[in-house]
């Protein structure tokens, strides 16, 4: 195994084609099955960097900018941003393509934490990121800034730790009612 790898040798990108069995009620594609699609692609990547099976920790923020249609069609992208001892950041970038007009949007991009196994099924060590560019600073420094918030919010209303009265005055203005 290589001690580091830079993250253009294990980028990862699939086309695929839109059709009616993926769209939801509304007529637009299901977002489910986008997700499912990045899902992979992050697999996908991240075993190709780490040369081991990998699992999905967690997926960061996922916002849908822009309606898929049925027809179109779908690009992921994907790259190693971050790499810990075990885990990777892997970003997900998605667009779609009208093939009539060729016009293109952004319809949206997540990081996914992905953990390298082993056969027994044991995290694993995956070799380390050799940054290159500005670009490649800014999305491992970012991935740290993310872990970093992540690990707050996840201790910060346990619910031993939590003080209702220190939250209150935040639900002012907020469409809720209080009936404790």
Not at 16 to 26: C, I, R
Not at 155 to 167: C, G, I, W
Request: net charge positive; charged share 25%; proline share 2%.
């Amino acid at each position: 195994m290589k001690e580091f790898k830079s993250s253009k040798e294990s980028r990862v990108s699939i086309t695929e084609l839109m059709l009616p069995a993926h769209s939801n009620f509304g007529g637009k594609v299901h977002g489910g099955y986008i997700l499912n699609l990045m899902d992979q692609i992050a697999f996908a990547c991240a075993s190709k960097h780490s040369r081991s099976y990998c699992v999905t920790a967690s997926v960061n923020k996922v916002d849908f900018l822009n309606p898929i249609e049925v027809g179109e069609l779908v690009t992921l992208k994907a790259a190693v941003n971050y790499t810990g001892r075990t885990s990777m950041v892997v970003g997900v970038r998605v667009e779609s393509e009208n093939i009539t007009t060729g016009k293109k949007k952004h319809c949206n991009s997540s990081y996914f934490t992905m953990v390298a196994k082993d056969i027994d099924g044991q995290s694993k060590p995956v070799p380390g990121l050799i940054i290159d560019d500005v670009q490649g600073v800014r999305r491992y420094a970012r991935s740290m800034q993310r872990k970093s918030e992540a690990s707050s919010r996840s201790t910060r209303f346990y619910a031993a730790n939590f003080k209702m009265e220190e939250h209150l005055a935040s639900l002012d203005g907020e469409n809720v009612k209080l009936d404790l």
